[in-house]
């Protein structure tokens, strides 16, 4: 059976370096699973149609993703769209995506199949919904956290774009995501990991201690 290391997390929390290192560290894959929400976001610009239509059109959304750590790459059809699902747009409108009831089944049930298929003998998944929804029977569970500082400054340090309009980004986003699904408090079993204080490799050491620690229960 596939071990499933599940990681939660507010935005700019480091969830998507720290669980693609850790994967590395574990020889295990690696799933974004906010890429779907991303891609799908895209899809929708893409093909003109408003978020709320999407419901309707979910069985059309032929969308892949690779779990190598040390070769990412999503596409959708035949689009690769793995820089195009970062810029600054596709992150405006992923929320209002993600909300849609019928959007959150879909990608549940596609998370699922992406971890069924996954033939590495474990995965690293991340998101905001995995330790809850998605995955709450996993070996592992995780939130990672971050002061709302820290977080803001980690990811304009990523994207190289002004703090201010970050700060937006990320205290709207997590603000409208909130509204859907909590990534702040740990579910019963969930193990809080703060990585306010710790740098990167600190951050995949403590996931690294908590996955032995979990998995020897
Ligand atoms: O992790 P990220 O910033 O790439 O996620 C993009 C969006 O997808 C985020 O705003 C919320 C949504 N998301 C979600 O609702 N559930 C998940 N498991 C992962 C992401």
């Known amino acids: 059976m596939t ?6 997390g507010p935005a700019g929390s480091g969830k998507s370096s720290v669980s693609k290192q850790a994967a590395r560290e574990l020889g295990f894959g690696y799933l974004d699973t906010g890429a779907a929400y991303r891609a799908l976001a895209w899809w929708s ?3 003109g149609s408003e978020p709320d239509d999407l419901a309707t059109r979910l069985d059309d959304f032929d969308y ?3 779990t190598n750590p040390d070769d990412f790459w999503v596409h959708v059809g035949s689009d690769d769209v793995t820089e195009a699902i970062r810029e600054s747009a596709i992150s405006e409108a992923v929320s209002d995506v993600a909300r849609i009831p019928e959007v959150r089944t879909f990608m549940k049930q596609l998370t699922r199949g992406i971890i069924a298929a996954e033939n590495r003998p474990g995965i690293v998944v991340e998101g905001r919904d995995i330790t809850t929804v998605v995955a709450p029977d996993a070996q592992v569970r995780l939130l990672l956290t971050a002061d709302e ?10 994207l190289s774009v002004a703090s201010q309009q970050i700060t937006k980004q990320v205290t ?3 603000a409208s995501d909130l509204k859907v699904v909590d990534f702040i408090t ?3 079993g969930v193990e809080l990991i703060d990585s306010t204080e710790l740098d990167l490799p600190q ?5 690294l201690s908590a996955v032995s620690r979990q998995l020897a229960i």
């Open 3 to 8: 071990t499933v290391i599940a990681i939660d």
């Open 45 to 47: 610009k893409s093909t």
């Open 64 to 66: 892949s993703i690779s």
């Open 149 to 158: 500082a820290v977080r803001i400054k980690r990811r304009s340090a990523e």
């Open 172 to 174: 709207d986003r997590d």
């Open 186 to 188: 740990p579910a019963v």
């Open 203 to 207: 951050t995949v050491q403590a996931v």
